[in-house]
């Protein structure tokens, strides 16, 4: 099973924002799509990532005045990313030891997704929830 598997059953919307974009508009972004990362691309690639957790060391450090600064300035860079034919098993192991909780699915230097951790769980939750059912089914057929 590989990450594209995770990006079919998903839809291929990706929020993305620009390394020039203010920190404050990207967090606007966060509030408005209820989401908590989002990829940033420059020139069509992959430069960074913006995630809460980067927000949250920016105003520990400059407070709300960083959230004039520019993204580019405070995104985690360079990005860890994967492509589509990347094991869904691996993306959980690369995500718990880079301690990462999105990841770009890159294809080409093209961004085609984005995944979360959350993700992933649930693919493997529905997975190992299918195969008790598909014992279950057996046990009771024998």
């Known amino acids: ?9 998903r839809g291929q919307d990706t929020v993305t924002a620009g390394p020039d974009m203010k920190v404050c508009d990207v967090v606007k972004l966060f509030a408005e ?11 069509g690639k992959v430069v960074g990532i913006m995630s809460e957790r980067d927000l949250v060391h920016l105003v520990a450090r400059d407070g709300k005045d960083g959230l004039d600064r520019k993204v580019s300035e ?3 860079s360079p990005p860890i990313t994967v492509d589509p034919n990347y094991a869904i098993l691996s993306a ?6 880079r ?9 080409d230097g093209r961004l ?31």
Not at 34 to 43: L, Q
Not at 99 to 107: A, F, K, Q, T
Request: avoid cysteine; charge should be positive; proline fraction near 3%.
């Open 99 to 107: 301690r990462v909780r999105h990841l770009p699915v890159v294809e």
């Open 92 to 97: 959980l192991g690369l995500m718990t030891r």
């Open 33 to 43: 799509k209820r989401i908590g990362a989002v990829p940033i691309i420059d020139g």
């Open 112 to 142: 085609v997704g984005f995944i979360s951790i959350g993700d992933l769980v649930k693919h493997r939750m529905d997975r190992i929830e299918q195969d008790a059912q598909a014992m279950r089914d057996y046990i009771q057929a024998v």
């Open 74 to 76: 405070v995104m985690t």
């Open 1 to 9: 099973m590989t990450v594209s598997l995770i990006l079919e059953n």
